[in-house]
């Protein structure tokens, strides 16, 4: 049997060589007293990227959107998203459960929102009888929707809007380095159209774990306290966050790679039967295709029997992630593989 082509995520990847010294090699400290130097620089060092006053270190990409959803909001209220949002869709009800709120879901155009769609979701101050509208929500890049970039002017577009009716805005910028190393926008200009922003370094970026969450300091400080009180306050984590202060300072521009992979896999995809792909919409590292004719798990199976992991992307769509741990000669024995599976 070949070597495995893992492309179900990208959180899939293992740390380097370089990144467990400096693991190895990070100072510590207990971060829950705040005395963990290493996690201080991270969280500083992500703050400056992010132009925000502070960040704060969380396990995960869920922590993070969801402990800013809480901040933002009050039980009862509610958030407008995508309908087809990590945040309604994987995040195990936790709106609800964490925060007594509710989503209201807009069937969005590979994952872009615009004002006229909702502006007239947005509930009437005077009606006291409804929840109250307190957020918009982006996804950048827009996972669901096939690791979309959402436009900037889109995006200054419903920051106007929220502005018109005092909303908060947070964006779930779990992939936004893939959006910005991809659109050439830098991520503190997209930030700065959110009050709260979440992003991932155990996503494209290799570390084994973390996310980050930025805003202003009042923000962050409540944060803090959210944090502590779902379990979230961790101790010498120094050693984890020098993971993703090294994923940072040199993984970022790579992701440039993981961007022409996909493309790879894209364009040979589209030129296989049995499948429907657009592939002027894979801006970045991830490939969706829908699968006519066969039932998606067994497509599933005959690529794992042939060497590829991959996941599902949607009922009758399979979805690829490339990564940092897939190399282009694996992109290469992958095409050979799909195009067997897909004309035998
Ligand atoms: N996404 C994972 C799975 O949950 C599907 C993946 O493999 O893509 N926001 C977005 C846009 C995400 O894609 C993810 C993870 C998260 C948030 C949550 O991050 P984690 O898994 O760290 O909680």
Redesign the pocket.
């Known amino acids: 049997m070949n070597r495995i082509i893992d492309l179900r995520?990208d959180?899939v990847t293992k740390p380097s060589a370089e990144m467990r010294k400096a693991m190895f090699d990070a100072d510590v400290g207990d971060d829950v007293y705040r005395e963990d130097p290493t996690v201080n620089k991270l969280q500083d060092y992500t703050a400056e990227l992010l132009g925000k006053e502070a960040a704060l270190f969380v396990p995960?990409?869920?922590m993070g959107?969801q402990i800013c959803l809480n901040v933002l909001t009050q039980p009862g209220d509610e958030v407008i998203c995508e309908r087809t949002a990590?945040i309604f869709q994987?995040e195990s009800g936790t709106p609800a459960k964490l925060s007594g709120i509710q989503l209201n879901l807009i069937n969005g155009n590979k994952g872009v929102i615009i004002p006229e769609q909702i502006e007239p979701l947005i509930r009437p101050e005077s009606a006291y009888y409804m929840p109250r509208t307190k957020v918009i929500e982006i996804?950048n890049t827009h996972?669901v929707a096939g690791g979309t970039i959402i436009p900037l002017e889109e995006i200054k577009r419903v920051k106007a809007l929220a502005d018109k009716y005092n909303l908060y805005m947070h964006l779930?910028g779990?992939?936004l380095w893939n959006a910005s190393v991809a659109s050439g926008i830098s991520p503190s200009e997209y930030a700065g159209f959110f009050d709260t922003v979440s992003v991932?370094l155990?996503k494209g970026l290799g570390a084994p774990v973390g996310?980050l969450i930025a805003g202003d300091k009042g923000v962050i400080e409540e944060a803090f306290r959210v944090r502590k009180a779902i379990g979230g306050g961790m101790r010498q984590v120094g050693i984890i966050a020098a993971a993703g202060l090294y994923a940072l300072q040199n993984n970022i521009d790579r992701l440039k790679e993981d961007h022409d992979k996909a493309r790879l896999l894209a364009d040979h995809l589209s030129g296989l039967p049995g499948i429907e792909i657009e592939k002027e919409y894979v801006h970045t590292n991830i490939v969706m295709f829908r699968v006519t004719g066969k039932k998606i798990d067994v497509v599933l199976t005959e690529l794992k029997e042939n060497g590829i992991l991959a996941g599902p992307g949607g009922y009758d769509v399979i979805r690829f992630v490339t990564h940092l741990d897939v190399s282009f000669e694996d992109i290469d024995a992958a095409k050979e593989i799909l195009t067997k599976v897909f004309t035998d």
Do not use: I, P, Q
Request: net charge negative; charged share 20%; with cysteine.
């Open positions: 995520s959180t995960t990409g869920l959107n990590h994987y996804e996972n779930d779990a992939r991932c155990s996310s």
